[in-house]
């Protein structure tokens, strides 16, 4: 992985356990620390990771419609000293997968004025209800459990989302802290040598093998270099402060980086012109085939196609069939042993069918648009994830480009600088030239720090656009 090629040379000082034993131990926080703190502490990839338990939640409830039900009923009447009736009916009712439903129960009827249509006495049923059409081979009951399972999946995805965009906003942060950094160390270096060479004029002077303009020239670029040292010192500050935000302790407690936190170096020893880069054919596969974006669109069609499948059964007419098995007496020894159809049984039909069909049809004809809908979605994000992998790609091929350049700008500014020095000290050139080719310098390793810290972030920019990035 273009990750794990990146920080291959990184050395972790300490394992992380805690994100406060990582920052009361270490001295250096790596990139690789930073993504490990915020995968684990920080209060979004939490908030995704609910969002995930909420629909493994949701799953859970909707198979409650294939729980096995219990009823009891029990009514009695009596008036004017009269017994008029008495009903006790204990059923266990137990739904299943393929739409049929089976029942079972118990019944107890006495009284002077039962309901002709009821069995006096004790009695026994056990029976099924079979939907012949409509809700035979798919039911609203399966359709939300499938679509239960799948809304779990694509949260999953979503929760793969949030978690990389919220990685990749932190190493956006990480490198800006890292450049703020390392320029601010090449400031603080440059500050240093120049007031070396301040007091090196001052005695040249003092001494009388400079003029007292050279004393002016090297104090004005002493002070000038002071002044940008201390504006990358408030850079520094306000990029630790922004790499903060995505920095949480393990007891959900925000964490301020401290002054004594560096950022690691060993980016400085990889070498960019060696580097290997990314395969742009294979960058854009993945995407195509992994991408959280892509899967989760996939889901969501898989769910819409769960409830066009539901809808067609709407244009379907009604034919349940309903039978019961009857017995005297509270035994079932003798449910199976007789005809079903000889004696002993309940048995109904019932049939319905609108006879427009206008609710059926428009419900049905919404669920075909919406599939519509999302398969034109889905075409619009493959391409748009194509391109951003393709812009990111170019990023990395640019960034490599202008900082192989500016290494050998640098090396040459340097050699300039050094001639310059040579050619001072023997009095044939003047501080104003010196100074002038210590700025070039300068720029040029501000620039190059720039460049290499973005082109790192390109590395990983790649990945996220291509939904690698976890």
Do not use: C
């Amino acid at each position: 992985m273009i990750r794990n090629a990146i920080f291959k040379s990184v050395l972790f000082l300490l394992a992380v356990a805690h994100a406060e034993d990582l920052f009361s131990q270490q001295k250096v926080l790596t990139l690789e620390n930073t993504m490990d703190i915020i995968r684990k502490f920080h209060p979004v990839a939490q908030q995704a990771k609910l969002e995930v338990d909420l629909a493994k939640a949701s799953l859970q409830a909707s198979r409650g419609v294939f729980d096995p039900s219990f009823y009891l009923r029990n009514e009695k009447k009596s008036f004017d000293g009269k017994n008029y009736y008495f009903y006790s009916n204990p059923e266990l009712k137990i739904p299943t997968w393929f739409g049929i439903d089976i029942k079972a129960g118990f019944e107890n009827n006495t009284g002077d004025r039962l309901d002709p249509v009821t069995s006096a006495g004790k009695s026994t049923y056990a029976g099924i209800s079979i939907p012949v059409l409509k809700g035979l081979l798919f039911d609203k009951r399966r359709a939300v459990v499938q679509q239960s399972k799948l809304l779990v999946q694509m949260s999953r995805q979503d929760q793969l989302q949030q978690i990389a965009d919220l990685l990749y906003d932190a190493v956006d942060a990480y490198w800006k802290w890292t450049a703020a950094h390392q320029v601010y160390t090449i400031l603080t270096e440059t500050t240093n040598n120049n007031a070396k060479r301040f007091e090196f004029v001052k005695r040249a002077y003092a001494s009388g093998d400079r003029a007292a303009i050279d004393t002016t020239e090297s104090l004005a670029q002493l002070q000038g270099f002071q002044a940008m040292q201390a504006q990358a010192w408030l850079e520094l500050q306000r990029q630790r402060l922004e790499l903060s935000n995505f920095l949480w302790r393990d007891d959900a407690a925000p964490y301020e980086l401290s002054d004594d936190v560096v950022p690691d170096s060993s980016w400085n020893l990889v070498l960019i012109k060696e580097y290997p880069l990314p395969v742009l054919a294979d960058a854009i596969a993945q995407a195509m085939q992994s991408h959280p974006k892509l899967m989760s669109l996939d889901y969501k069609q898989d769910v819409l196609e769960v409830e066009r499948r539901a809808k067609f059964q709407g244009l379907l007419p009604t034919l349940d069939l309903n039978y019961n098995f009857l017995n005297k007496g509270y035994g079932i020894n003798k449910f199976f042993a007789q005809p079903l159809f000889e004696n002993n049984y309940k048995y109904g039909v019932q049939f319905g069918l609108p006879l427009f069909q206008r609710e059926a049809r428009g419900e049905y004809s919404k669920a075909k648009i919406k599939l519509a809908d999302v398969d034109y979605k889905t075409q619009q994000t493959k391409l748009e994830i194509e391109n951003k992998v393709k812009s990111s790609f170019n990023d990395i091929l640019a960034l490599q480009t202008q900082s192989l350049l500016f290494q050998d700008n640098l090396r040459n500014q340097a050699l300039l600088l050094k001639a310059e020095e040579s050619k001072f000290s023997i009095g044939e050139s003047s501080m104003f030239l010196v100074n002038a080719r210590e700025i070039k310098l300068l720029e040029t390793r501000q620039k190059l720090a720039e460049l290499k810290t973005k082109f790192f972030k390109s590395l990983l920019g790649v990945q996220w656009a291509s939904g690698q990035l976890r």
